[in-house]
């Protein structure tokens, strides 16, 4: 097993709270996580239908047999027993009985807001950092390997081809979840709505033209997106308000959280393809944006990450917000940095003034130094 970032924050979080919930995408480690960590714990897979039979018919019965605690895994399938944990841990009021998974957010949290509020310790778990491959020697050599395989934990653990796997990944995620949360008539139509969504990752969000370019209606196409953000498959970068220029583009972008995937999905068959391929960038910036989450996820910190774009065509990737600090950052895939590179920083940076601190630039090449005030990072080194 490859040691989780996440695993100091999770027993931080046992001990202040009776309930923990590890949510994220399928296959993103969180039973591997569960269980590794509190090995003490009788172990429940409410996908097991008997099992979830029993908790959804007999809540109390079920719980009745864990009278220390156990590990409930994939436990929205199951959301009769949470008004009966509240009961049971509001009785007990010991920390760390329970710790809960889930890779649905509006099975998960809704029900944590609804019963659980301020008893339950939330973290989320998404695929491998680079950091953790290099803990474990497992970190690719080459930034297009990484790109194309993709960070999920059994490319590494169990070395699966990435083309098998995610195909495997697409087929399981449209059978198993999407039908639990929408009502798709056509999947063809809506596996045609992930890979338009692939070849739109790092780019604003057009409804209107994702809708139009499925054949769906616009609503139909808000809704999909919503439901792909539940299942921890894309997110929506906002875009940062402060009144710096009121000509700000409002509209968020679109990313997904493992690059492996979308590259799957737009039909890449091998990492070298990457070198010279249109979305080469793209996934980059994918890969950078979602490693910055990471870190935040990691540590049960909440996002604070945006982005920053004037109608004039002024932008700024990232801006990492801590406090009254902003934090700018640029991406770059290629392996050579031009003085042209750093124009978007200096716009930020002249105009947000004192707010600004520690702008960064990161790209694809191997040497670190600085220019210009501006730190230019190697992918290698980041975050």
């Not at 029993?54 to 994939?74: I, K």
């Not at 807001?113 to 491959?133: D, K, N, T, V, Y």
């Not at 039909?267 to 870190?295: D, N, P, Y």
Request: glycine share 6%.
């Amino acid at each position: 097993m490859i040691p989780r970032a996440a695993a100091k924050t999770l027993a931080r979080l046992a001990k202040g709270y009776p309930v923990v919930a590890i949510t994220g995408p399928r296959q993103s480690g969180k039973t591997t996580l569960a269980r590794s960590a509190f090995a003490n714990k009788p172990y429940v897979s409410l996908e097991d239908p008997d099992q979830r039979e029993f908790a959804t018919s007999d809540p109390r019965g079920f719980l009745g047999n864990y009278p220390e605690g156990a590990v409930l895994d994939e436990v929205q399938r199951c959301p009769e027993i949470f008004s009966y944990l509240q009961r049971i841990v509001d009785e007990r009021r010991r920390a760390g009985l329970f710790v809960l998974t889930g890779s649905q957010q509006f099975g998960l949290l809704a029900k944590i807001s609804q019963s659980l509020a301020g008893r339950i310790g939330l973290l989320h778990l998404l695929p491998f950092s680079l950091a953790e491959l290099k803990w474990a020697r497992r970190a690719p050599r080459k930034i297009e390997l990484l790109l194309f395989r993709g960070l999920y934990p059994p490319l590494y653990d169990k070395r699966h081809d990435p083309s098998l796997w995610y195909a495997n990944y697409a087929l399981t995620y449209l059978e198993r979840d999407v039908r639990q949360l929408i009502n798709v008539r056509e999947l063809g139509v809506f596996q045609r709505f992930i890979r338009m969504c692939a070849a739109r990752t790092g780019q604003l969000l057009n409804l209107s033209g994702l809708a139009s370019d499925c054949g769906i209606t616009h609503n139909t196409a808000k809704a999909w997106v919503s439901v792909l953000e539940a299942s921890y498959i894309v997110f929506l970068l906002q875009p940062y308000y402060r009144n710096l220029n009121k000509r700000l583009v409002k509209t968020p972008k679109l990313y997904f959280y493992d690059s492996g995937l979308a590259a799957w999905l737009l039909g890449i068959q091998a990492a070298e393809q990457l070198a010279t391929h249109s979305m080469r960038g793209a996934l980059f910036e994918t890969w950078v944006v979602s490693e910055l989450l990471k870190q935040r996820y990691n540590q049960a910190l909440p996002a604070n990450v945006y982005f920053w774009r004037d109608r004039a065509g002024n932008e700024v990737d990232i801006l990492c917000e801590e406090g009254d600090r902003v934090s700018p950052m640029e991406i770059k895939s290629g392996q050579t940095i031009a003085d042209e590179h750093l124009a978007g920083l200096r716009r930020w940076i002249e105009l947000a003034g004192k707010i600004a601190v520690d702008p960064r630039l990161v790209y694809a090449g191997n040497n670190r130094y600085v220019r210009s005030g501006i730190e230019i990072l190697p992918w290698t080194s980041f975050p």
